[in-house]
């Protein structure tokens, strides 16, 4: 089955830190990838996505790139704020039947 | 374009009770999905509707049933509550099932 694997946290920061958060999955075929990022007490949003490999997605200075040969989504930010403090879910969507698989979060703080 | 709409936002309940939550997708979307997030299971896949069909369900108890009507919204209910069904639940709307999906912010359900 489909499965997704991010790097423990929490993750501290100082602001204007290098944020990269690894994501790795198991897929059949070529799924889509995504970024979601969850703020306290609320839903979550969407960051960003890719849908075939080597596509970049980018969104409010966050990065990832689709890398298919090392079936990895990892999430990065050159500079983080204290705003970026979140927790951030990296997911798969099979393309059989695009249900989201998500990995199991990884919470950032961001320090000023 | 207002977001995903989800009612209500919080709820305690009983063991032993049902629920029933409400969604309303984007305009436009007919793709409604549904998850459950808890601190120990992560994210999970409950069941998907399009076109008032479900064309999709996750590993979920068969107390756990939705519907979708034909202006897109959807229900989801949970009968015979368990204390273990303390939980957000999260609705997520797309254009249709293959396209990136939406969510809204969750109910929040506590069952005493």
């Known amino acids: 089955g489909n499965s997704v694997t991010q790097m423990e946290g929490p993750v501290t920061l100082s602001e204007e830190a290098f944020l990269t958060i690894n994501c790795t999955y198991t897929?059949?075929?070529?799924?889509?990838l995504f970024w979601y990022v969850q703020y306290p007490g609320e839903g979550l949003q969407l960051l960003l996505k890719?849908?075939?490999?080597?596509d970049k997605g980018s969104n409010k200075g966050f990065e990832a790139t689709y890398r298919k040969e090392t079936t990895s989504f990892h999430l990065e930010k050159g500079s983080v704020q204290v705003s970026d403090s979140a927790v951030y879910f990296c997911?798969?969507?099979?393309?059989?039947?695009?249900?989201?698989?998500f990995g199991a979060g990884t919470t950032v703080t961001v320090r000023a | 374009k207002a977001g995903v709409t989800q009612t209500p936002r919080y709820l305690i309940k009983t063991r032993g009770q049902q629920v029933t939550l409400s969604c309303s997708p984007i305009?436009?979307?007919?793709?409604v999905s549904w998850y459950q997030q808890t601190p120990g299971q992560g994210l999970q896949f409950l069941f998907e509707?399009?076109?008032?069909?479900?064309?999709n369900k996750g590993n979920f108890p068969g107390r756990f049933s939705g519907r979708q009507f034909s202006n897109s919204r959807s229900e989801m209910n949970v009968s015979t509550l368990e204390l273990g069904d303390s939980a957000l639940y999260l609705c997520?709307?797309?254009?249709?099932?293959?396209?990136?999906?939406?969510f809204g912010p969750g109910t929040r359900l506590l069952v005493l």
């Open positions: 509707y399009f076109s008032e069909t479900q064309r």
């Open positions: 897929a059949t075929g070529y799924p889509s």
């Open positions: 890719a849908t075939k490999a080597d």
């Open positions: 305009s436009g979307h007919r793709s």
């Open positions: 997911a798969l969507s099979d393309r059989s039947d695009y249900k989201l698989s």
């Open positions: 997520a709307s797309s254009l249709v099932p293959q396209e990136t999906q939406y």
